[in-house]
């Protein structure tokens, strides 16, 4: 994995590919990672709407190349990318050129993947965002 000048969600990928591929996993009940989300120069704060959606397209590869039938995988995934849609589309900085990059990545997940309720949800959402902002 290529480090990321800056703060750029690289802990996501990360996740996947290490959990993925451990031997074993232990939750333990201290912490051993501090997020800073209250840092007003966090990247969660000065939110970037084309980094999560590449975070998705990162994990979406790896997935692919490490497990591609995993159906598992992959709706874990689309339920983490929902998330990411949700940040982007609240960001007052996203474009149409965000959401079609949205649009993009959410088509490369199965369709038997994507639930009826999150596909709703979405157009509802690019829908505010259109009639919003032209």
């Given at each position: 994995?290529?480090?990321?000048?800056?703060?750029?969600?690289?802990?996501?990928?990360?996740?996947?590919?290490?959990?993925?591929?451990?031997?074993?996993?232990?939750?333990?009940?201290?912490?051993?990672?501090?997020?800073?989300?209250?840092?007003?120069?966090?990247?969660s704060?000065?939110?970037?709407?084309?980094?999560p959606?590449?975070?998705?397209?990162?994990?979406?590869?790896?997935?692919?190349?490490?497990?591609?039938?995993?159906?598992?995988?992959?709706?874990?995934?689309?339920?983490?990318?929902?998330?990411?849609?949700?940040?982007?589309?609240?960001?007052?900085?996203c474009?149409?050129a965000?959401?079609?990059?949205?649009?993009?990545?959410?088509?490369?997940?199965?369709?038997?993947?994507?639930?009826?309720?999150?596909?709703?949800?979405?157009?509802?959402?690019?829908?505010?965002?259109?009639?919003?902002?032209?």
């Amino acid at each position: 994995m290529a480090e990321v000048p800056g703060a750029g969600w690289v802990d996501n990928p990360f996740l996947y590919h290490t959990l993925c591929q451990a031997d074993r996993i232990a939750w333990v009940d201290d912490a051993f990672y501090f997020y800073r989300d209250m840092n007003p120069n966090s990247s969660s704060a000065k939110l970037d709407c084309e980094i999560p959606i590449l975070r998705i397209n990162e994990m979406k590869d790896f997935i692919e190349s490490f497990d591609p039938d995993n159906r598992y995988l992959e709706r874990m995934l689309f339920q983490r990318a929902g998330w990411y849609v949700y940040l982007v589309l609240k960001n007052p900085n996203c474009t149409k050129a965000d959401v079609a990059r949205i649009l993009k990545t959410l088509r490369r997940f199965r369709v038997d993947i994507i639930c009826m309720e999150s596909l709703l949800w979405l157009q509802k959402k690019l829908r505010k965002k259109y009639l919003c902002k032209t």
